[in-house]
């Protein structure tokens, strides 16, 4: 038996139809280096979704990986209850010098829906220790996705992952998002004075006392197909949550450590939130963390003397890794010694003139949106009426295929396909990977 049969024989993939396997194998990858995986036959493909986004500067990279061979014989775990150790302090010591203005205190987990959980609770607690008993609801934006545990499904909004789920979900409060491509105020997203955020001023004036926190994905709504929207919406946002005294949770797990050109998404906006959650390229995509960062005045809240019943009483296993946290100072260290974000800010101007000239003119493009390296281009029937290809005929799903088979790989988002590369990316390879989807897109539908 072979390592396909013997994968198909006993792993159950995420996000997947395992019937799809019956004609798309498993691909066995044996190593990988910069944006290249290369798998048992010694076929390479361009990783241009990094590895679901976490594979922030390449893989195997050398100055993350040393980082963590240095900890490895030193200590691998400890609990972290009463227990610290040096490259988690580190780690906080160098997050405190980028990170957005006012957040302070560091909770840590293992993923990004845990660091999610983290953050609801940590918001419907603090209401209810300063006196918002009332305060126990949440809002969201229509088409977010924050994760798949229980609580981070109940304050997204994507029927793929939600809907058969629905009856165990808690009661949050959706918002119309921001549709730029499709904006019934007939603006466009470079232009406008965000007329849409009236949806959000309305919920607000009908729900606000009930309340205790929003959480938004920063002008970067992934799972709803790389949706892109202004910095201006979360502006007016921090002022509504102010106003009403709602908590503003910023989930900065695919936007953060320089996705959107910026380190995070709300550096853009020039404001705060309240929490924030980070994750995926925090470590480089090699260890599983996750951080919810908060504010000295919410921290206070919890601060008393344990039988008063104020503690935080949420906890991970793996809270703090040793491991994970070296190879987040890893990343830091990259981050700040080789100039990546003003190199990466050159590469995407290049990626996104590229992905231009190959394919705005396609009679069944419709829109090649970006923020930083983030591209997405989203395919549909009409460029006038913009309507979509009905989602049973995996338009999506067809092109990624053919672009396996040529070593490129699109992981698309129903209709939208992305590319979402490490931030070391060079034009060579951008050069290969616009092509080869170029040509991909040309076999499928013309």
Not at 127 to 132: A, D, K, N, S, V
Not at 169 to 182: G, S, T
Not at 391 to 418: C, D, E, F, W
Request: hydrophobic share 40%; glycine share 6%; proline share 4%.
């Amino acid at each position: 038996m072979n390592l396909v049969e013997k994968d198909l024989k006993y792993i159950w993939h995420p996000c997947s139809q395992m019937k799809d396997y019956e004609e798309l194998k498993p691909i066995i990858i044996d190593h990988g280096k910069g944006v290249y995986l290369y798998d048992t036959e010694g076929k390479e493909y361009i990783d241009i979704v990094s590895s679901w986004w976490c594979n922030l500067l390449g893989h195997c990279n050398q100055t993350i990986t040393e980082s963590i061979k240095r900890q490895l014989d030193k200590l691998e775990h400890v609990i972290f209850a009463n227990f610290s150790h040096e490259p988690v302090i580190a780690l906080c010591e160098q997050l405190m010098e980028i990170i957005p203005k006012g957040l302070t205190k560091f909770n840590f987990s293992d993923n990004g829906s845990a660091a999610v959980e983290c953050a609801l609770k940590m918001s419907f607690q603090y209401q209810y220790q300063t006196g918002q008993q009332k305060k126990t609801r949440f809002m969201c934006l229509t088409e977010g996705y924050h994760g798949e545990t229980i609580g981070a499904l109940s304050v997204g909004s994507v029927d793929l992952y939600a809907k058969i789920y629905k009856p165990m979900l808690m009661d949050a409060i959706h918002v119309e998002a921001p549709d730029c491509y499709r904006c019934p105020y007939g603006k466009c997203r470079d232009a406008c004075n965000v007329e849409c955020f009236e949806h959000a001023e309305k919920a607000f004036a009908e729900h606000a006392d009930e309340t205790c926190a929003m959480i938004v994905e920063p002008l970067l709504q992934g799972s709803a197909g790389m949706r892109i929207y202004p910095a201006l919406y979360l502006k007016k946002l921090r002022v509504l949550c102010d106003e009403y005294q709602v908590l503003l949770i910023a989930d900065e797990i695919a936007t953060g450590f320089g996705r959107t050109g910026k380190m995070f998404a709300f550096d853009h906006a020039g404001v705060s939130p309240d929490i924030m959650c980070v994750s995926k390229g925090l470590t480089g995509g090699y260890l599983p963390m996750a951080i919810t960062i908060t504010t000295d005045e919410i921290y206070e809240a919890f601060y008393a003397d344990y039988n008063e019943g104020k503690a935080f009483m949420h906890s991970h296993t793996y809270s703090g890794n040793p491991l994970g946290c070296s190879a987040a100072l890893g990343v830091q260290k990259i981050l700040r010694e080789d100039n990546i974000l003003e190199k990466a800010a050159v590469t995407a101007e290049y990626l996104h003139n590229k992905l231009n000239q190959a394919l705005i003119d396609h009679p069944h493009m419709g829109e090649i949106r970006h923020i930083g390296l983030v591209n997405a281009m989203e395919l549909i029937i009409d460029k006038k009426t913009k309507e979509e290809y009905d989602s049973k005929l995996r338009m999506g799903y067809q092109i990624y295929k053919i672009a396996l088979q040529k070593g490129l790989i699109l992981r698309p988002l129903g209709n939208v396909l992305y590319f979402n590369p490490p931030l070391i990316i060079n034009e060579e390879e951008i050069d290969k990977a616009v092509a080869i989807c170029a040509q991909s897109i040309k076999e499928v539908i013309g």
